[in-house]
């Protein structure tokens, strides 16, 4: 339990980063150098920079030019920190070893700078999806470099792999050619790539699925309570990211689940 309320704090801190990441990744800034207020160039100090204490006590004002910072920020910062904890958790939940829980943290933290990348900016960061790929290839190079396996099946296995993520992009890049990049954005498709090295073929398949239903589940509701305009098109990213997430630490549920509702 303790680790958890650790996790949280250290996921609090982790978020302060992630916001600035994915601020500075679709701008193409240097994700090195102090932050600024964006109102008036200020550089911030240390103590404006604690994750939540800072901007509650501030009122949510910049300390210098008084302009209001919207509190969306803190709220990345506080789900970073519940991500973290839930995160560990599932994977002491599936059994994960230790090195596996900690990559699943550097999954997650991919996953967040991906979703506040595309739902400010409409863009997911190349160099993020580069970071899920590797991870997700550590992921499945583990039995390999603790010497569990030989290096001759390890290579069918990372030709798989490969292949895998290819024939899961195989859906999104055929939704991408037929409506000429209006249905989805390529970055979708570069992400379902990386989805595809860590979940495999069938697996990936399935969270594609559960994007797609979560999507017009939601797409819908805001339709009704107009909250969106018809002609806004909504990022379909954040969709693919959480159908990844679940499959990811739910499988044995969901495939249970599939399996009773069509009866195979
Ligand atoms: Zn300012």
Same mark, same amino acid.
């Given at each position: 339990?303790?680790?958890?309320?650790?996790?949280?704090?250290? !996921?609090?801190?982790?978020?302060?980063?992630?916001?600035?990441?994915?601020?500075?990744?679709? =701008? $193409?800034?240097?994700?090195?150098?102090?932050?600024?207020?964006?109102?008036?160039?200020?550089?911030?100090?240390?103590?404006?920079?604690?994750?939540?204490?800072?901007?509650?006590? +501030?009122?949510?004002?910049? =300390?210098?030019?008084?302009?209001? %910072?919207?509190?969306?920020? *803190?709220?990345?910062?506080?789900?970073?920190?519940? *991500?973290?904890?839930?995160?560990?958790?599932?994977?002491? +939940?599936?059994?994960?070893?230790?090195?596996?829980?900690?990559?699943?943290?550097?999954?997650?933290?991919?996953?967040?700078?991906?979703?506040?990348?595309? *739902? =400010?900016?409409?863009?997911?960061?190349?160099? *993020?999806?580069?970071?899920?790929? @590797?991870?997700?290839?550590?992921?499945?190079?583990?039995?390999?470099?603790?010497?569990?396996?030989?290096?001759?099946?390890?290579?069918? =296995?990372?030709?798989?792999?490969?292949?895998?993520?290819?024939?899961?992009?195989?859906?999104?890049?055929?939704? %991408? @050619?037929?409506?000429?990049?209006?249905?989805? !954005?390529? !970055? /979708?498709?570069?992400?379902?790539?990386?989805?595809?090295?860590?979940?495999?073929?069938?697996? $990936?398949?399935?969270?594609?699925?559960?994007?797609?239903?979560? $999507?017009?589940?939601?797409?819908?509701? @805001?339709?009704?309570?107009?909250?969106?305009?018809?002609?806004?098109?909504?990022?379909?990213?954040?969709?693919?990211?959480?159908?990844?997430?679940?499959?990811?630490?739910?499988?044995? /549920?969901? @495939?249970?689940?599939?399996?009773?509702?069509?009866?195979?």
């Amino acid at each position: 339990m303790l680790i958890l309320i650790w996790l949280f704090i250290i !996921g609090l801190f982790i978020g302060s980063f992630l916001n600035v990441l994915a601020d500075r990744l679709p =701008r $193409g800034e240097t994700i090195l150098g102090r932050s600024k207020c964006e109102s008036c160039k200020h550089v911030l100090a240390w103590n404006d920079l604690i994750p939540v204490i800072s901007y509650l006590s +501030l009122h949510g004002k910049c =300390r210098y030019c008084k302009k209001i %910072f919207s509190s969306e920020y *803190m709220w990345a910062e506080i789900g970073t920190g519940v *991500m973290f904890s839930l995160t560990w958790y599932l994977s002491e +939940l599936n059994h994960f070893q230790l090195s596996q829980s900690v990559i699943s943290l550097g999954l997650i933290s991919a996953l967040i700078v991906m979703f506040l990348a595309d *739902m =400010r900016y409409k863009i997911i960061p190349d160099s *993020m999806q580069v970071a899920f790929g @590797l991870l997700a290839v550590l992921m499945h190079s583990l039995s390999f470099i603790r010497g569990d396996i030989e290096t001759s099946i390890y290579v069918q =296995r990372f030709g798989k792999m490969l292949l895998d993520g290819i024939i899961v992009m195989g859906p999104l890049l055929l939704i %991408f @050619l037929i409506t000429r990049g209006k249905g989805m !954005g390529f !970055g /979708d498709v570069k992400y379902s790539f990386v989805l595809g090295l860590l979940l495999g073929m069938w697996n $990936g398949f399935i969270a594609l699925y559960m994007s797609f239903v979560l $999507g017009g589940i939601i797409g819908v509701y @805001l339709l009704f309570v107009k909250k969106m305009d018809r002609k806004k098109s909504i990022p379909f990213g954040p969709y693919l990211f959480i159908g990844t997430y679940i499959m990811y630490f739910f499988e044995t /549920d969901i @495939l249970l689940f599939i399996q009773r509702i069509y009866g195979f």
